[in-house]
């Protein structure tokens, strides 16, 4: 029963809706009235013991209880608490007045045990489930008999929107009842299966909820689902709670607090915890004073930030529409959808894409919080701590970019950290293409922490009790249970660069004996980019890769010894894959060669004549009949590329793979291998005319029967080029500039595009090379020039744009 006195005689129950802000002002309300001499709270009992922690100045929500079966951190469940939920407002008021607080929902052991089934009631609350089976949505019916489409709008309307006036027990009752009549009303209609998990959890509340009352009293306070109250003010005996929790599952559970997420608190996050808003909600909690006009400043704020042009004429206006809109809505006070549109409106010119940003930064919002040292954790989770506090890398639920300059201790400190957790599956940050160029000493890295990552920790606790000596566990079991050499390569690179000495002379074994095994050539190829890859580390992380350069020099001789009799007998899908691969060796052919030539000892140079011998490989590839075109078309433009083929012998090989006896597939695929890579052969075709005509003449040729096959491989190498390099082929193909061959800079065909230099129109940038160059004070230094540039400027303006 619910009680109404100051000082109750019999348990107040107070039903709630779990991380609703209103909900939580009305429980301070009434635990300030009632002065309970207890507070039960929905939750697993084995958190009594870390209940005084809400305490600390440190723990900051949301945060959220972790669960885990010992030794099995993989089985899992979360109860998070929100700033504006009511179980941490009760949590809060019961600490704050000294006075004893106990979590009385079924315990983890349990819910474990049962795979996480005994999930949130209704409310979806936080509860271990994160996808309970749905059923009847009390609060939608609810919604309904009051003539609302939305339980959203009319739980906003009815409860968040409430002023704290009158009796502060009174929602409660109402709740209470009109929770009674849906209980009685829906019967058995809902799911069976949740209908027998509530009955479990309400068996093992009523239980100890009794308990309490002989330890503390009649005087005691409930916080729950509003769904459990009926059931809990219900009579039954002692003997028919027990005998419902008889035979249950029970397994060894370790708890803990650990940070939370308002993104995770979201639904379109995955964790139904029933809030499509926490932002707006942690909002009203915190501003239960003019919160619409709050609201539409930290809106602006946000906006001006991003370079939005938002005044203090756009907050009025947007807070006068919006409650515009409530009053034509029939609503006490401006909700979400209101204060929305009429950002929509006013702020963002009905535009959804800055709307998307507020949704996003406000709406759910990025705020993480944060635990007390003194919480209990595993001995891996407390050397992550020690760590990131001594690199100040602090977790933040924001997305965030940041640089390391891998030549400064500290950030290759943190490079090594993000390298390792990655290792152990904890993916708190996620590499990227540096910003600064191709150099070895710079790292860019995106980061972003989610709650998940603490049960990832957990589980990477079982390889050991330190970062390093977790990650050191874990690459050496992965080594000896790699079956493919490309991953053993890859494992080797991720060893470098998570600085893990001890790893990787196991590493280097397993490396050295399926290499040893492995006679495919492009199994070979594959392997090879990422175990160059890991030699040139040495220089910056100041690690000795000479036994890496051998192993790699021997896996490229075998490589070119290979390669060419691999390359026969392939499909269209084999032959691209080589391809790739073919790109991915002369990449590490050059790194390789480039590494050898710098080394300072003898021991890690590279065996002499390594370009030369992969070039011929090369010419082997570009000259052999018989192979698919694309890896032909490849190898002739790397050759070209590095000035071992000239322009005439590429025009002969190109010449040959056109011509008239070729099938146009074949041709199509040559000429994809040849220009089709990155895009940057368009510009070969922008500069050689003759390469262009050949291409301009063969496809004119190619018959109509043929040429719907081969269109769309043309236009997916042609599409890589940029805009302007296709316009320029266009436009050379229209004037006619194509296949004209040699020709005198007098027959300017395509203007601008002759083979000659033709220093009137070079001189034409002049004036602004100097302009640019703060060279305006030579200009009278250089005046016959400076007249040559002017007349060569007239008719000028399509060079300058």
């Known amino acids: 029963m619910t009680g109404t006195a100051a000082a109750p005689e019999a348990p107040v129950l107070l039903g709630v809706r779990h991380h609703g802000p209103g909900s939580a002002r009305a429980v301070r309300a009434a635990l300030d009235r009632c002065r309970p001499t207890a507070v039960l709270i929905e939750g697993p009992p084995e958190a009594d013991a870390l209940a005084l922690l809400a305490a600390e100045e440190d723990m900051r929500p949301p945060v959220a209880l972790l669960a885990h079966v010992a030794g099995e951190p993989g089985r899992a469940a979360f109860w998070p608490f929100a700033a504006f939920s009511p179980e941490w407002t009760a949590l809060r008021w019961a600490l704050a007045h000294d006075v004893p607080v106990r979590f009385i929902d079924l315990p983890a052991a349990h819910t474990l045990a049962l795979g996480g089934e005994t999930g949130p009631g209704p409310e979806a609350g936080p509860g271990p489930s994160e996808a309970a089976t749905p059923r009847t949505d009390p609060l939608a019916v609810l919604a309904g008999a009051a003539g609302y489409d939305d339980p959203e709008t009319w739980w906003e309307d009815v409860v968040e929107?409430?002023?704290?006036?009158?009796?502060?027990?009174?929602?409660?009752?109402?709740?209470?009842?009109?929770?009674?009549?849906?209980?009685?009303?829906?019967?058995?209609?809902?799911?069976?299966?949740?209908?027998?998990?509530?009955?479990?959890?309400?068996?093992?509340?009523?239980?100890?909820?009794?308990?309490a009352r002989r330890e503390f009293g009649d005087a005691v306070a409930v916080v729950c689902g509003a769904w459990h109250v009926p059931a809990l003010a219900e009579r039954r005996t002692v003997a028919a709670d027990r005998q419902t929790l008889k035979g249950l599952p029970k397994a060894k559970a370790e708890i803990g607090w650990v940070p939370w997420t308002h993104r995770r608190l979201s639904r379109h996050s995955g964790y139904g915890a029933g809030v499509t808003s926490p932002g707006w909600y942690g909002h009203l909690f915190r501003s239960?004073?003019?919160?619409?006009?709050?609201?539409?400043?930290?809106?602006?704020?946000?906006?001006?930030?991003?370079?939005?042009?938002?005044?203090?004429?756009?907050?009025?206006?947007?807070?006068?529409?919006?409650?515009?809109?409530?009053?034509?809505?029939?609503?006490?006070?401006?909700?979400?959808?209101?204060?929305?549109?009429?950002?929509?409106?006013?702020?963002?010119?009905?535009?959804?894409?800055?709307?998307?940003?507020?949704?996003?930064?406000?709406?759910?919002?990025?705020?993480?919080?944060?635990?007390?040292?003194?919480?209990?954790?595993?001995p891996l989770q407390r050397d992550l701590d020690r760590q990131r506090r001594t690199l100040r890398l602090k977790p933040e639920a924001a997305v965030r970019d940041c640089e390391f300059d891998l030549r400064k201790d500290t950030d290759a400190a943190r490079s090594r950290l993000l390298h390792r957790l990655r290792l152990l599956g904890v993916d708190w940050g996620e590499p990227l293409p540096s910003r600064g160029g191709l150099g070895t000493f710079r790292e860019s890295w995106r980061l972003c922490w989610e709650p998940?990552?603490?049960?990832?920790?957990?589980?990477?606790?079982?390889?050991?009790?330190?970062?390093?000596?977790?990650?050191?566990?874990?690459?050496?079991?992965?080594?000896?249970?790699?079956?493919?050499?490309?991953?053993?390569?890859?494992?080797?690179?991720?060893?470098?660069?998570?600085?893990?000495?001890?790893?990787?002379?196991?590493?280097?074994?397993?490396?050295?004996?399926?290499?040893?095994?492995?006679?495919?050539?492009?199994?070979?190829?594959?392997?090879?980019?990422?175990?160059?890859?890991?030699?040139?580390?040495?220089?910056?992380?100041?690690?000795?890769?000479?036994?890496?350069?051998?192993?790699?020099?021997?896996?490229?001789?075998?490589?070119?010894?290979?390669?060419?009799?691999?390359?026969?007998?392939?499909?269209?899908?084999?032959?691209?894959?080589?391809r790739g691969h073919v790109d991915g060796v002369h990449r590490a052919v050059a790194l390789l060669a480039e590494t050898a030539e710098t080394a300072e000892t003898a021991e890690a140079a590279a065996p002499p004549g390594l370009r030369e011998r992969w070039a011929a490989v090369?010419?082997?590839?570009?000259?052999?009949?018989?192979?698919?075109?694309?890896?032909?078309?490849?190898?002739?433009?790397?050759?070209?590329?590095?000035?071992?083929?000239?322009?005439?012998r590429a025009e002969r090989l190109m010449g040959l793979a056109l011509s008239v006896g070729t099938p146009p597939a074949e041709a199509a695929a040559w000429i994809e291998g040849f220009v089709g890579s990155g895009g940057s052969g368009g510009m070969l075709l922008v500069h050689d005319e003759r390469l262009l005509?050949?291409?301009?003449?063969?496809?004119?040729?190619?018959?109509?029967?043929?040429?719907?096959?081969?269109?769309?491989?043309?236009?997916?190498?042609?599409?890589?080029?940029?805009?302007?390099?296709?316009?320029?082929?266009?436009?050379?193909?229209?004037?006619?500039?194509?296949?004209?061959?040699?020709?005198?800079?007098?027959?300017?065909?395509?203007?601008?595009?002759?083979?000659?230099?033709?220093?009137?129109?070079?001189?034409?940038?002049?004036?602004?090379?100097?302009?640019?160059?703060?060279?305006?004070?030579?200009e009278a230094a250089a005046g016959p020039e400076r007249s040559s540039a002017a007349k060569g400027s007239k008719g000028s303006k399509g060079v300058l744009v």
């Open 161 to 211: 929107h409430r002023r704290d006036e009158g009796d502060a027990l009174a929602p409660f009752e109402a709740v209470a009842d009109a929770m009674g009549e849906l209980r009685s009303a829906l019967g058995e209609e809902g799911d069976a299966a949740h209908a027998e998990r509530d009955a479990i959890r309400e068996a093992h509340m009523r239980l100890k909820l009794r308990e």
């Open 288 to 378: 239960p004073d003019r919160p619409v006009e709050r609201w539409m400043t930290e809106v602006a704020r946000l906006l001006r930030a991003e370079g939005h042009p938002v005044s203090s004429a756009h907050v009025i206006e947007a807070v006068r529409l919006a409650q515009t809109l409530a009053a034509m809505r029939g609503r006490p006070l401006a909700g979400l959808a209101e204060t929305v549109d009429a950002i929509r409106a006013v702020m963002c010119d009905g535009s959804d894409v800055p709307l998307a940003l507020v949704r996003d930064r406000l709406v759910v919002g990025d705020v993480l919080g944060e635990v007390p040292a003194a919480a209990p954790a595993s």
């Open 693 to 778: 005509g050949l291409i301009d003449g063969w496809l004119t040729g190619v018959p109509p029967e043929a040429f719907t096959g081969v269109l769309p491989l043309l236009r997916r190498t042609f599409a890589v080029f940029e805009a302007g390099v296709r316009r320029t082929l266009g436009e050379r193909i229209r004037r006619g500039g194509a296949g004209a061959g040699a020709q005198s800079p007098d027959q300017d065909t395509t203007r601008g595009f002759g083979p000659g230099l033709d220093p009137e129109r070079a001189a034409a940038v002049l004036p602004v090379m100097r302009l640019l160059l703060g060279m305006l004070g030579t």
């Open 618 to 648: 090369l010419m082997v590839l570009a000259e052999r009949d018989g192979l698919p075109g694309g890896i032909r078309g490849r190898a002739a433009r790397l050759l070209l590329d590095d000035g071992r083929l000239t322009h005439e």
């Open 452 to 578: 998940e990552l603490s049960v990832r920790l957990a589980e990477a606790g079982a390889w050991g009790t330190t970062v390093e000596g977790a990650a050191t566990a874990k690459a050496e079991s992965l080594a000896r249970e790699a079956t493919a050499l490309a991953g053993i390569t890859a494992l080797a690179e991720r060893c470098l660069l998570a600085d893990l000495p001890d790893a990787l002379p196991v590493v280097m074994r397993a490396l050295a004996d399926r290499a040893a095994l492995d006679s495919d050539a492009g199994h070979l190829a594959q392997a090879l980019p990422a175990l160059v890859r890991s030699v040139r580390y040495g220089d910056v992380r100041r690690t000795d890769t000479a036994a890496l350069a051998e192993v790699a020099t021997g896996l490229a001789e075998r490589v070119f010894i290979g390669l060419p009799a691999a390359c026969a007998g392939l499909d269209t899908d084999a032959a691209a894959e080589m």
